[in-house]
């Protein structure tokens, strides 16, 4: 087997940092939800699943997942 040098890939070290990045920034939000759930918990059933979806959602948005992902794909905080 001949490994073609021009489309050998070094891996990057950014990758399995970043996993292990989102990883921890999952426990955190999942922490922080959870201690929520005293609070939401007091709240109607039919305010609270949607209140639930949007907390499971909108930490793609509020915490730096986006931009964690175009790091380690990229090299930079931003995808140009």
């Not at 940092?17 to 201690?35: P, Q, R």
Request: hydrophobic share 55%; aromatic share 12%.
């Amino acid at each position: 087997m001949n490994i073609d040098p021009r489309h050998y890939h070094q891996p990057s070290w950014r990758k399995p940092v970043g996993m292990l990045a989102i990883v921890a920034l999952i426990a955190l939000w999942a922490v922080l939800v959870a201690s929520l759930s005293g609070l939401i918990g007091t709240l109607p059933v039919w305010l609270q699943t949607p209140l639930y979806v949007v907390l499971g959602i909108v930490w793609i948005w509020v915490l730096p997942l986006r931009r964690l992902l175009a790091w380690m794909e990229t090299g930079r905080w931003r995808r140009s």
